[in-house]
């Protein structure tokens, strides 16, 4: 249904936007009528769902189905400590719906995936995509693609940051812009590009990035401005330097090319390599676990040597008293691994040192090499709780 009217409330709440000639009261109103999807209510979707519910965007979906943890505090400004523990989707429409009682909005609960998308991605005018993680980033932008909405891209890591619109309908060109294929056609590795929970992210910087993205969520709603497709933002908070890289569309994109060969959702999972990888990891590389280890550590007629492939600064934070010997190190520390029975190899959450361990069976055929499965995190997790969980 078109709301054509405002309450005295809504005038007095819109006021600013009124009184801007671009956006006014017609542009008021586009934004009322407007339906936008926000797929993640983390890092990203904690300004941007801010921002949308107090510029009144009429109708809002939350895409979520985690919970809440005292480590999403320090950038996901949505939630407070006394939220932990508690579904972030849920949260998040209170937060909102506090800031905003003249709003809709919609949850959906679940693991976007190639089954649910399409039809979820299709109740909405415009996508934010606020996510982490390659599948979803492909499985987003493709679902766009067939449902013909424009895809609000945003990614972090560290201090850098990058913004887009994919999929955007250019009514001059009468068709669509660059979608997230056309720049990346191809996933990197599994495990070759950190997410933040390995590498870090600066607490702001999603605050700033989430910003953009409405900003463009906004421009597309009430067709003001240059939006920003066909183009990449890159922002680097260090230096605040800025750069656009144009995007130009592909003729061989699989989706959106010539002679398309995805006419349908697939498995991301698979084409992002995850499961193979996985597979691999467990045919590569000998495992155990912190139960294990807590028992090897006390049996007198094992040897045990312990090494941690993490950074000093993370040592410091927290350690198991393992010999600290960083993942950019291990090769030249060669003659310091032992001929102990067990030579275990940790991080933070068994990436980095899947990846030491590869590069150590690269050198010469050890067979005493084992990754402790969920790093010094499960460690802390179920053996000592004593120490402090970054």
């Known amino acids: 249904m078109i709301e054509d009217t405002f309450s005295k409330e809504e005038y007095a709440r819109y006021s600013r936007h009124f009184i801007l000639p ?6 008021q109103k586009k934004m009322k009528n407007a339906k936008v999807l926000v797929i993640g209510a983390g890092g990203l979707g904690s300004p941007v769902l801010l921002y949308l519910a107090a510029a009144g965007i009429g109708t809002i979906g939350i895409v979520d189905f985690d919970l809440i943890d005292k480590g999403n505090l320090q950038r996901q400004i949505i939630y407070t400590t006394n939220d932990v523990g508690k579904p972030k989707a849920v949260v998040a429409k ?21 089954s649910n998308a399409l039809d979820i991605i299709s109740q909405y005018d415009v996508v934010v995509d606020g996510t982490d993680n390659f599948p979803t980033r492909y499985l987003v932008n493709d679902a766009c693609v067939l449902a013909g909405k424009p895809d ?12 887009a619109v994919f999929n955007y309908f250019d009514e001059v060109s009468q068709s669509f812009t660059a979608n997230y294929r056309d720049i ?27 910003s953009m993205q409405t900003n463009e969520v906004i421009k597309i709603v009430c067709g003001i401005g240059d939006v920003l ?13 800025t750069r656009t890289i144009k995007i130009r569309k592909s003729d061989d994109n699989p989706i959106s090319g010539l002679n398309p060969t995805i006419t349908e959702l697939i498995d991301y999972e698979e084409f992002c390599g995850i499961a193979t990888a996985q597979i691999q990891q467990k045919e590569e590389v000998k495992e155990i676990d912190v139960f294990t280890l807590d ?24 350690n198991i008293g393992g010999e600290l010997i960083p993942l950019s190190k291990i090769d030249t520390a060669i003659d310091r691994i032992s001929n102990a029975d067990y030579v275990v190899v940790h ?8 990846k030491a361990i590869k590069k150590l069976l690269q050198t010469s055929s050890y067979d005493n090499l084992y990754n402790l499965k969920g790093g010094i995190l499960s460690w802390i997790d179920e053996i000592d709780n004593s120490l402090p969980r970054y």
């Not at 671009?22 to 542009?27: A, K, L, Q, S, Y």
């Not at 933002?233 to 330097?241: A, H, I, V």
């Open 22 to 27: 671009e956006i006014n009261v017609e542009g």
């Open 94 to 114: 209170e937060r909102i719906l506090a800031l905003n009682p003249h709003i809709t909005v919609n949850l959906h609960q679940v693991r976007l995936d190639s």
């Open 152 to 163: 609000v891209f945003g990614s972090i890591f560290r201090f850098e940051g990058q913004v």
């Open 184 to 210: 990346f056609p191809e996933p990197p590795a599994p495990g070759e590009v950190p997410n933040c929970a390995e590498g870090g992210v600066l607490g702001v910087l999603p605050g700033i990035i989430g």
């Open 229 to 241: 497709a066909g183009k990449l933002l890159l922002l680097d908070t260090l230096s605040f330097l």
């Open 295 to 318: 028992e090897l550590l006390k049996d007198s007629e094992k040897t045990v040597q312990v090494i941690d492939v993490r950074e000093p600064y993370e040592y410091e934070i927290s």
């Open 347 to 354: 991080c933070r959450t068994g990436v980095r040192s899947t």
